[in-house]
């Protein structure tokens, strides 16, 4: 857990707020004007927050950028008690975002971000306006879906660790350091901008992860993959035709080596058949961090022109 007046070196300079609706301490940040329509960004694993800095600068005078840290990342609470499963996490957000009543919502998600907010648009369709994926799987009742999770992760180093540190029991040790490892973390899962690499950046994702006690997060990420204790939101009917009709957009850099474009863009292009696609060459997993100026081009033109 981050420190909640943490701005490493003034690179995080937001505002930080707190509620307890999800049955923790969940620290948000809350930017831009309140009768502004919402832009709610979810990051994946091992990120935070902080993933979204340079887009939450972007946006804040035209939006109300929200931008929750979930259960066990970035300057939320990592309770001890609770398990850390997508379900959990969906639930989680549900929670948060019936507290702040938040209606008109972008989502703009990233990794695990994808299905934590497609699981939020299955339960409460008519909140969401439109749908941004950057890096973010869209499961939303496709039937193919665990055969392309499954055809990602045997291309996959990242997945491929997992399973082989579940299997030989490394997986929670590993991960349980991940403050010291967080750079071979970060550079398993793909990024391709070796410019970033500051001792400030580098502390600011590795510091939600100081001691063991404080990794349940990202170890229950990879471990539900692992033992498959995941479980995908599925939409009802209503649902379905609601989102299928939002405005969508896809971000995807294609040197991500951990969600292969091939497996995961159709379920995308599946949902929205009609959507831009803006496939980023050179450009990793994290592209947000790659190439921040374009994609904050390409959100802040999406959202303008829908």
Known sequence: MVQSDATFDGTFPFVPHFTDAPGFQMHYVDEGPREAEVVLCLHGEPTWGYLFRHLISALRSTCRVVVPDHMGFGKSQTP??????????????????LSLDLND?????????????????????HRIRRVITTNGPTPFGQADLIERVMANAAVSPWF?????????????????????NMLSTLKLNGFENNELITDTWLAAFAAPFARPADCLGAIGWAKGFATNAHRFEIPDAAANRTIRARPALA???????TLHAGHFLPLFTELFSTAPVHRLAGVG????????????ALVSEFIRRT
């Open 80 to 97: 001890q008690d609770r398990s850390y499963w997508l379900q959990d996490h969906i639930d989680n957000l549900e929670r948060f975002v």
């Open 251 to 257: 971000i995807w850099g294609e040197a991500d080596r």
């Open 105 to 125: 919502i972008t989502l703009v998600m990233h990794d695990f971000g994808g299905p934590v907010g497609m699981g939020l648009a299955a339960r409460h369709p």
């Open 160 to 180: 491929q660790w997992i399973a082989k540190a579940e299997v030989d029991g490394s997986l929670d040790a590993v991960l349980g350091q991940l403050g010291f």
């Open 285 to 296: 997993h994290y592209c947000l961090e790659d190439s921040p100026e374009e994609v904050i």
